[in-house]
């Protein structure tokens, strides 16, 4: 039971690492370490059902409802490595000073898990749902290439920022900074926060515990009913996020609250060997590597997708 507990606190220190690097998202990590499915179910444990519970003062049924064996050891290691990454580690400078190293790292991990994923679905359940997997390509290749358009500041836009951030987030293979880079509400909502205006912050937090309640019951149920078809489509998603992360681009940034936020990026193709590309390509390898060890274990443990 404690070494259960541990791991899922590496496996949420893990997840929390993602959240840090811009365009890499909690879900992404969430799927490579094969716990996806089950933080889905974790997320709709938190029903209505509970809530009914919560109303009645039923203390064993709000403890014993959700899955908080699950959720408190992954959530642990998730503000862990938020801390660790933010206050010891800056992650956030060296994505800033040496992207390339830190971008090849996910990249290799985000890569290796596609193959992998291949490898266990199989070349012959590809070829017979390979729409579905064309089509996350699509949707993917459109969400991570979008162009930020001005929008409203209204209170129902803030709610639908907050509703589909979180949404992305929980899919792999989007980030919901990115989106809300892309719907041009980052610095706002960033500020908001800073400055403590409720009149941006509660229609944003109404929005995210709506986007919660609702995809994660959507996912939940297409993971159940279409599995396969579910599982090609998130994976068709992760193939289009490796032009995020690809460690060669050329990154704008924005100061929000006396801080850099990454506003946008284009990838480019070196046109001559360094020792950057080297670091690069050897990060890579350690998170393609990293993949396998960690599929390893998950065949171990029956927690492989």
Known sequence: MIISRLKLIAKG?????????????????A?????????????KS????????????????????????FLIPLGIGAVAALIFFTRVISLPSLIRTQPEIIYGLFFGLVLGSIVLLFRHLGMTLLLRRVLFFL???????FVVTLVPASTPDASWFIFLCGAIAISAM????????????????????FNAIGHFDFSIILPFMFGIVTGVILFSRVLSYLLKRFYQQTILFIAGI???SLYVIWPFQT?????????????????????????????????ALVGLAA???LDHISEKDGTLL
């Open 13 to 29: 220190f893990c997840v929390g690492s993602a959240d840090v690097v811009p365009g890499v998202s909690g879900g992404t990590m």
């Open 46 to 69: 938190f029903d209505s059902e509970w809530l009914r519970m919560v109303l009645s003062l039923n203390i064993k049924g709000i403890i014993n409802r959700p899955h908080f064996g």
């Open 238 to 240: 992760l193939i289009a």
């Open 170 to 189: 929980i899919l792999p293979g989007i980030s919901g900074s990115f989106i809300l880079l892309m719907m041009k509400k980052y610095a706002y909502i």
């Open 31 to 43: 799927f490579i370490l094969g716990i996806y499915p089950q933080l889905i179910n974790a997320i």
């Open 251 to 283: 990154r704008v940034y924005e100061v929000v609250r006396h801080k850099e936020r990454l506003v946008s990026s284009v990838p480019y193709i070196p046109d001559a060997f360094s020792n950057q590309i080297l670091y690069s390509l050897i990060m």
């Open 291 to 293: 993949v396998i060890i």
């Open 135 to 141: 089509i996350g390509i699509v949707f993917g290749g």
